[in-house]
């Protein structure tokens, strides 16, 4: 009797469990781009949340106790690497005490020939050599080429972890890596004509794309992050500019355009901006529509 009085209960109980939605696969990302890329292959199938908030990049997020709390509640941190994440390994070091998550590099594996270590560099008198990075430079995202080669680590990552939804990821990295080649044939056929052009930018963050593209990035304002160059180079640079016919100066978003304005003045060229997307809203096509208003922009300038 109580055997049959309980089967009510068990029913009740099995169907309850069966609709209980089963636990979603938790991913972190360090930055924008890096977001932008998972969310997409996760669609509805995984819980994707950002370290950074939408206005702090990864040149100056410093990394804090409250911030814990999104590491110890995911189980794949996905980040770009390549030194972009200076913060990682102080990140992942006060993790250790909770169960960190397993940190996944969107570009490892890239091959050599298609990372960058030697930049524009201005030369000072008396100065020889080359100018180059220590490692790679970083800004491989602003390549949507390169794009498509970190959503193909973030697919093998995700369908590792959670090899159920596998096919479902796989879906979904195969309409966005379309989408990215769709990018990737609109810029390069609108800068066709411009291929060739100088132009100077604030930083480090465009000779993916510049190569990418065909332009020529004769130099930048700022050669380390947040080091004001010296009016000697300051100096180097405008003779460079008026030398090279460069008839436009590009800022990011992220700086201050008042050092380019000065320099613009000199130089008698126009300041336009250009987004190095390592900032801005979260949401899955913040990349793409970053993109195609940098080459508004370029269009604009580089007639």
């Given at each position: 009797m109580l055997a049959l009085a309980l089967l009510p209960l068990l029913a009740f109980s099995a169907s309850t469990r069966a609709a209980e939605p089963a636990t979603k696969l938790r991913v972190l990302t360090s930055f924008l781009p890096v977001y932008c890329f998972t969310a997409n292959v996760a669609g509805?199938?995984?819980?994707?949340?950002?370290?950074?908030p939408a206005n702090v990049g990864p040149h100056d997020y410093q990394f804090a106790p409250r911030d814990l709390r999104k590491l110890s509640g995911a189980q794949l941190f996905i980040v770009n690497g390549h030194g972009m994440e200076d913060w990682l390994a102080k990140a992942m070091k006060a993790a250790k005490g909770s169960q960190p998550p397993t940190v996944i590099e969107a570009y490892a594996g890239v091959p050599k020939a298609r990372l960058i270590t030697e930049l524009p560099h201005i030369h000072l008198p008396g100065e020889h050599g080359h100018h180059?990075?220590?490692g790679p430079n970083p800004h491989l995202w602003l390549d949507p080429t390169l794009a498509a080669h970190a959503v193909?680590?973030?697919?093998?990552?995700?369908?590792k972890a959670d090899p159920k939804n596998a096919a479902g990821y796989a879906a979904n990295a195969a309409r966005y890596v379309e989408r990215l080649?769709?990018?990737d044939r609109d810029l390069a056929a609108a800068l066709a004509p411009a291929k060739g052009r100088r132009i100077v930018t604030y930083h480090h963050a465009f000779p993916y794309f510049t190569r990418r593209y065909?332009?020529?990035?004769?130099?930048?304002?700022?050669?380390?992050?947040?080091?004001?160059?010296?009016?000697?180079?300051?100096?180097a640079l405008l003779k460079v500019m008026r030398e090279k016919d460069v008839r436009v100066i590009f800022t990011e978003p992220q700086f201050s355009p008042k050092l380019a304005q000065r320099i613009s003045r000199d130089a008698k060229v126009p300041v336009a901006e250009l987004d190095t997307l390592e900032t801005g809203p979260l949401k899955p096509t913040a990349y793409e529509e970053g993109l195609r208003r940098n080459l508004n922009t370029l269009l604009r300038h580089l007639k």
């Open positions: 509805d199938h995984a819980e994707v949340e950002n370290l950074l180059h990075h220590d193909t680590n973030i697919l093998a990552a995700l369908q080649h769709a990018l065909g332009l020529d990035l004769i130099g930048v304002i700022e050669e380390v992050p947040d080091n004001e160059p010296s009016a000697k180079y300051l100096a």
